[in-house]
């Protein structure tokens, strides 16, 4: 059972373009929704991350926009460069006996192209 | 100055064999983390420990033994490897406070590969 549903799998977006990526998630006792970055041979780099308690979160070219009635997430990424080509993983956390449990979707390949 | 460091970067071995993967983290954190990324990329979490305690265990056989030395180490023993446990595997860690959950911070993994 997916708890975290990611789409597309994959998205070919040109130069200067905007990504978007969307997740939903299920589990209402998620209180954290970070975006993670992954370059071939790397390991999960954090991006931006939002609480539920926000709508919006921007930094730089990247935002999450967060619909908590919705249990939906995305990222957007603006004026898309060939450097952000990599694979994005959304993902969602909660407190679990007193630890935090990350549960991740199922990850979006984004090439930029010239 | 690597924060999440993990070696070896590469292990290929053969079915049956037993192998270690060392994690190390100078963050700082208290908490430290396992997880498989599977041939179509997916992300699992296998075991969660926190000052050197086991918090999750996520249904992993007991083939695999996570080892926590001290709260900047934690290394994972696999016994008698199978074909299925070829993956990437993952370290990460966070300050895991109780109250508010708290970004983690992965190394670059390791690639297993079973012959």
């Known amino acids: 059972q997916q708890q975290v549903k990611q789409s597309p799998q994959s998205l070919i977006v040109q130069k200067g373009g905007i990504s978007i990526i969307n997740c939903a998630y299920e589990n209402t006792a998620f209180d954290y929704f970070p975006w993670y970055q992954q370059f071939p041979g790397k390991g999960p780099a954090l991006l931006i991350a939002i609480r539920p308690d926000v709508s919006e979160k921007k930094e730089g070219r990247f935002t999450i926009s967060f619909n908590k009635s919705a249990k939906q997430f995305s990222l957007h990424i603006m004026d898309s460069q060939p450097g952000d080509s990599a694979t994005y993983f959304c993902a969602a956390s909660m407190i679990t006996s007193g630890n935090e449990k990350l549960t991740f979707g199922t990850g979006t390949r984004l090439t930029i192209i010239p | 100055d690597t924060a999440v460091s993990q070696t070896p970067k590469y292990l290929v071995t053969q079915m049956g064999n037993d192998k270690s993967i060392k994690c190390e983290q100078n963050?700082?954190?208290?908490?430290m983390y396992w997880y498989k990324q599977d041939s179509k990329k997916f992300l699992k979490i296998m075991f969660s420990y926190n000052n050197k305690e086991l918090i999750i265990n996520e249904t992993v056989p007991n083939r695999f033994s996570p080892k926590s030395p001290d709260k900047a180490h934690l290394n994972l023993h696999i016994n008698s490897l199978e074909l299925g446990d070829s993956a990437v595997y993952f370290c990460a860690s966070s300050q895991g406070e109780a109250v508010t959950t708290q970004p983690q911070h992965f190394g670059d993994g390791t690639r297993l590969s079973i012959l």
């Open positions: 963050l700082g954190h208290d908490t």
